[in-house]
């Protein structure tokens, strides 16, 4: 038996509600692993929900102020905040210190990239004994496990420069402070949906502890995976900036711990509001061009290097609602890809189609020369990616897979027009544009 197998007995355990064998495998991997906290913040866990609140509040507390110090900054935030529902107030004093350590002004926080969590120094491929039966009692466990998981001297060195936290570390030391007060702490476990596609959104996560996935459900009942989420991620951060539906579902690999902020809190900073604002732009950004690699077809050919490579071939355009992208009758200037937001199709004054994010357009137009036989107009405030022609011609010649997809496109198009000409029907597929 290897630790990785000793760490998978203790999410059966706990999964299995069986309390005694999670203290048991948690106070061994503990002295197995002494500087993950995950294992630390699961006996907490198990102690609190055994009614033993001063043995949980106890390891809460050691971690607060032990994860801040070592570089685990959102661990330590969730910690405090589970020890302040146990022994409300008492969480003040670790969550000061939080902001002095990862504020705007602090002189320990480092430059972007800095992990959230060292690599664990404990080999996970050494032969190991299995966790014997401890002979204790329930009540001698849990004494006993309260005190090895709040003993954290000599654990974990402490680094020089911490790592940033998304979101907060640009704030002052009062709106930092704020947030934390409204912040609330989460649990979810294995399987657990955190997000479901589709559900109107109102709040973001951080993952402080655990491991999600990311996945969006295609109109034909396809899901496409997206991410793994680990400590640091930020989650549902679209639906707080937008007030949309959620466009993608998360869930929990293993048993999480969560840092959950309302949209409704982020908006009573007041001054504080364009940083933070800006902030989660970056991240909605960044989220929206790994989703559109992920589900466009016209990035399906090409490596994660060449998707980037292909994709900085576009320009990047905030589009107003209401803005006319094609004219009916008209050429394409160029290749449309929408990265955000919606657009009308029409034929003539009737509309036909509805495009959303991942869409192409004007590929027909570009590859025939033919006008295009509807308009676009967007339907919201949207986000498109253009290439204009001359661009693409040089785009085409390098990547030849860029033609092919857009060719298997158009011809599908024009087959679905022609046959919605025969039977004088339309349908989302029967556009020429």
């Not at 198990?46 to 043995?55: A, F, I, V």
């Not at 990862?102 to 800095?114: A, F, T």
């Not at 339907?379 to 997809?405: T, Y």
Request: proline content about 5%; overall charge negative; aromatic content about 6%.
């Amino acid at each position: 038996m290897n630790l990785s197998a000793i760490y998978a007995d203790l999410t059966r355990a706990r999964e299995a509600g069986d309390h005694k064998r999670t203290l048991e495998v948690g106070v061994r991997l503990v002295e197995l692993a002494p500087d993950d906290p995950s294992v630390r913040l699961a006996i907490a866990a198990t102690l609190s929900r055994l009614g033993d609140t001063e043995g949980a509040a106890r390891v809460y507390m050691a971690m607060a102020w032990h994860c801040a110090k070592a570089g685990y900054p959102l661990a330590a935030i969730a910690a405090a905040k589970l020890l302040g529902e146990l022994k409300p107030g008492e969480d003040q004093d670790a969550l000061e210190v939080m902001v002095g350590l990862y504020g705007k002004e602090s002189d320990r926080v480092g430059p972007p990239g800095l992990p959230f969590r060292p690599p664990a120094t404990t080999s996970r491929d050494e032969d190991l004994d299995p966790v014997a039966d401890s002979g204790m009692s329930l009540q001698e466990l849990q004494q006993r496990a309260a005190e090895v998981a709040a003993e954290t001297e000599g654990t974990a060195e402490y680094p020089e420069q911490l790592p940033a936290i998304p979101i907060f570390s640009r704030l002052s030391e009062d709106a930092f402070l704020h947030l934390l007060g409204a912040m609330t702490a989460e649990r979810a476990q294995t399987d657990d949906k955190v997000i479901k596609q589709g559900d109107e959104g109102d709040s973001l996560y951080l993952v402080a502890d655990g491991r999600l996935r990311v996945f969006r459900t295609l109109d034909d009942g396809k899901n496409v995976p997206l991410a793994s989420l680990n400590e640091g991620a930020v989650v549902g951060e679209m639906a707080v900036i937008t007030a949309e539906p959620r466009t993608a579902t998360v869930v929990a690999l293993r048993d999480a711990l969560l840092l959950k902020l309302r949209r409704d809190d982020l908006i009573a900073l007041a001054d504080e509001v364009r940083p933070v604002a800006e902030a989660l732009e970056g991240f909605r950004r960044e989220r929206l061009v790994y989703n559109l690699m992920a589900t466009s077809p016209l990035f399906g050919p090409f490596d994660r290097d060449e998707r980037f490579a292909l994709l900085n071939q576009f320009g990047t355009f905030e589009v107003p609602n209401g803005t006319v992208l094609l004219e009916q009758d008209g050429p394409a200037q160029g290749l449309y890809l929408m990265l955000h937001g919606e657009c009308i199709v029409t034929h003539g004054e009737k509309e036909v189609a509805r495009l959303k994010e991942g869409d192409v357009f004007g590929e027909i137009s570009l590859l025939r020369d033919l006008p295009a036989t509807a308009s676009v107009k967007t339907a919201r405030d949207s986000v498109i990616l253009f290439l204009a022609r001359e661009a693409f011609g040089q785009v085409a010649e390098k990547h030849p897979e860029v033609k092919q997809v857009l060719d298997q496109l158009a011809e599908e198009r024009v087959r679905a027009a022609a046959k919605a000409k025969e039977s004088d029907t339309e349908d989302d597929h029967a556009v020429l544009v």
